[in-house]
């Protein structure tokens, strides 16, 4: 324990240059629980927690909201993650996950996919209002429902497609599960009502605490992070299996972030020379952390 304590205090001296980028200037955006980087130069994605309709939103660097993305047809009932992924052919794709699940009574949880719009870009700001559709991916977990907040996408890579990984919460050690995605829009995608049952990979190496609220892969798939309340754990992925990289390896750097009323969300920026977060409450600071 003490060691531990004394890891703590020698981050928080580490963890210099930390910049306030700016504070959320909307009050539509009171409990942001993640984030993730935008191909939109400069826009950064995020969604509130429980209790906001389905809607994704973009913000610049300055927090300004700039475009709000409401899913045509979808119910929000608990989101708590977003990523983004380039695919094959140069898209972007957002990934929601309405996941939470605080009690573990869900029979099943959903992930929202859909391709990325691009935000016109012009001098002056104005708000770009869009309503788009997305495949719905549901999905059970092994052994009954869980809670999970950390949701991460591992691009195609040659003939092997993309996977989907979700690490659990409230577990010690913390879980992760994974499934393989189809192309979207393919008839695998569209065509399937049955739930996917999630494959258990086995428990995240390094880390004891039980609250991981988020987590984000780098633009090259080299890297990727999981955050908690108090801290982030950055592993390499040198072959690009982030299922590995979680389960047979411990964590390479460990970042103390900024003291937050409810810190969930945490993305690489799009050069992965830094992390960028964000908490839940009233017009919070973006920071943005120097990644060495």
Known sequence: MILRLLAVLF????VSGQEVLGNIDSDQL????????????????VHNDSGDGPVAYAIDRQARLRARIELEGVKARDWEDITSVQAADGS?????ADMGDNKAVRDSIVIYRLL????????????V???MQAEAIELVYPGGPRDAEALLVQPAQGDAPARLLIVSKRHSPNQVYACDLPELGSDAAAGSTVPVT????GPVRGIEDPNITGGDLSQDGKRLVLRTYLGAYEWDVPDGDVGAALTERDWSRQFLLPLQPQGEAITFEAGGEALITVSEGDHQPLYRIPNP
């Open 11 to 14: 981050m928080a001296a580490v």
């Open 116 to 127: 990325e719009p691009v935000i016109p870009e012009g001098p002056a700001i104005k708000m």
């Open 129 to 131: 209002d869009l309503l």
């Open 198 to 201: 999630l494959e258990l990979l």
């Open 30 to 45: 009171t409990e942001i629980s993640g984030i993730t980087r935008s191909r939109n130069d400069g826009l950064f994605w």
């Open 92 to 96: 972007v794709e957002l990934f929601l």
